[in-house]
């Protein structure tokens, strides 16, 4: 998608190893967010950065860490990933709270 | 507790056979609702920004609405190129309270 870019696309990782996703974005974008995806659960917030260094938990936080450093970069940090962690992981940008979110091509992360 | 639910879970249509999507919630204080198209493997897409009841917004063959309990996305006259998953969230206001929280989204699945 135009403006973030989600690394990597696809990655198998084993059980107890640490994982890092990353998230880039070009607009300088305040706001930046970890959602995962699931069947049956739709789309849950991880952690959300409302500037560099500002970052706060979501709904679904447990297991995970993240870290923004500079405006155009957002890490979502596995420390030691867990089978349960197998999901689809979206990066979303957004200018504003009022506007609607820009949302990156998604990761997905399975844990063996 | 706020919750979206949208239904229903999945519709198949003919071409041209018109219906609508539903997105009901129970939120304090709605500062939005947004309507997002996601096709397989892909982030979501921004479609509509919905603030006030009684408001719509159009966009080519799609129509969304709002109520003070729910909102509707009507679909004149479908094409196969609209099937995809449809997904609804809500916005609230202040602090973390403000991020948007997402339905289970519908599968819309249209037949030539």
């Known amino acids: 998608d135009a403006g973030i870019t989600q690394s990597p696309r696809h990655k198998v990782t084993e059980t107890g190893t640490p994982v890092t996703l990353r998230c880039h974005q070009t607009?300088?974008?305040?706001?930046m967010y970890w959602y995962r995806q699931d069947p049956g659960h739709g789309l849950r917030l991880i952690h959300y950065s409302y500037g560099v260094k500002d970052t706060d938990k979501g709904e679904v936080s447990d297991g995970y860490s993240v870290s923004r450093s500079k405006t155009e970069d957002f890490l979502l940090t596995l420390e030691s990933a867990t089978s349960s962690q197998t999901s689809v992981y979206f990066c979303?940008?957004?200018?504003?709270?009022?506007?609607?979110?820009?949302f990156g091509s998604g990761t997905r992360l399975t844990v063996v | 507790e706020d919750q979206v639910t949208q239904s229903p879970e999945a519709l198949r249509l003919q071409e041209g056979e018109s219906s609508s999507l539903n997105c009901s919630y129970t939120v304090s204080g709605l500062r939005g609702l947004f309507w997002y198209r996601q096709d397989p493997g892909k982030g979501p897409e921004f479609l509509f920004t919905?603030?006030?009841a009684g408001e719509e917004k159009e966009k080519e063959r799609l129509k969304a609405t709002l109520t003070k309990k729910e909102s509707f996305l009507h679909i004149t006259a479908p094409k196969p190129e609209d099937s995809a998953t449809y997904l609804c969230a809500v916005r609230r206001d202040g602090g973390s309270q403000g991020n948007l929280i997402f339905g289970k989204g519908t599968k819309l699945s249209v037949k030539p």
């Open positions: 979303a940008i957004s200018e504003s709270r009022q506007y609607g979110y820009t």
């Open positions: 607009e300088n974008h305040r706001y």
């Open positions: 919905l603030y006030s």
